[in-house]
């Protein structure tokens, strides 16, 4: 069936340190058309001509370098090294930069202060990714300032030009409708992140216990025609192997018409 989509995988379920020929050729022969790259420093991904020759020997497109931002005493410093990582990112040749954070301070909700602060840093990274032809977008996660739809709606009343990174079950877990979100943020979607949540943690897509409808999500996905990039991802700390949780979940979004 036909999609209006891309779809990628992430290396966020190998670990900091993998074999990335191996990865990359895991992820290749899954089916899967990119990749994000996440939890890789610099000094273990090497040159981006490295990754470059690498990608193209197993046919793979480079999506996106991920990030994240500080709200605390290193606020500046972290905001200066996600400026190299959209710089990695750029000449890598990813159409994506997506971050997340500062961490959650617990049992409070964030303060104003923190929501203008997070729209502040958001403003800056899109004025210097837009040049080098970088969408930025923001990835509301459990732990992180920004946890739930109705956090993001504020940050994204404070940072107009933000994109927004759904994660399907990220909106699972939180109690949201991922199908509904998709809908509202169809003209602020910058990309999309697809795995299931099981009890305590995340899991292979079509194991969860959140209800997630792969399909009616695929069919929305081409009913607001978007464009961009689906990156299908696990935790490394999943249940299920690397290699074989994106056997898995490849086959498994076969099954359901992607």
């Not at 990749?35 to 480079?62: C, N, Q």
């Not at 370098?65 to 990582?85: C, D, H, M, N, P």
């Not at 729209?119 to 509301?140: K, N, R």
Request: proline share 3%.
């Amino acid at each position: 069936m036909a999609r209006s989509f891309h779809l990628g995988y992430s290396t966020l379920t190998w670990g900091p340190t993998p074999d990335l020929d191996r990865v990359l050729g895991t992820i290749a022969a899954a089916g899967w058309e990119g990749v994000e790259f996440i939890g890789l420093s610099f000094d273990w991904l090497g040159t981006t001509g490295r990754v470059r020759k690498l990608l193209e020997k197993h046919g793979l497109a480079p999506v996106c370098v991920f990030g994240s931002v500080s709200l605390g005493g290193e606020a500046e410093s972290t905001l200066e090294k996600q400026r190299r990582i959209i710089e990695y990112a750029a000449e890598l040749g990813c159409p994506v930069y997506c971050f997340l954070g500062g961490s959650r301070v617990g049992l409070r909700l964030p303060t104003e202060d923190e929501y203008q602060q997070l729209a502040e840093q958001s403003e800056q990274l899109i004025d210097f990714a837009t040049p080098l032809g970088l969408t930025v977008a923001y990835h509301a996660h459990p732990r992180c300032t920004i946890e739930s739809e109705a956090e993001q709606d504020l940050l994204l009343a404070r940072a107009d030009r933000l994109k927004v990174c759904v994660d399907v079950s990220v909106a699972g877990l939180m109690g949201e409708d991922a199908v509904a979100q998709l809908r509202k943020y169809r003209h602020r979607l910058g990309y999309v992140h697809m795995k299931d949540c099981g009890p305590g943690k995340f899991c292979l897509m079509g194991k969860g216990i959140a209800g997630l409808d792969f399909g009616k999500i695929r069919e929305t996905l081409n009913e607001i025609e978007y464009r961009g990039w689906v990156m299908g991802e696990l935790s490394s700390y999943a249940d299920t192997a690397a290699d074989e949780s994106c056997r898995d979940n490849r086959e498994f979004l076969r099954s359901v018409g992607y």
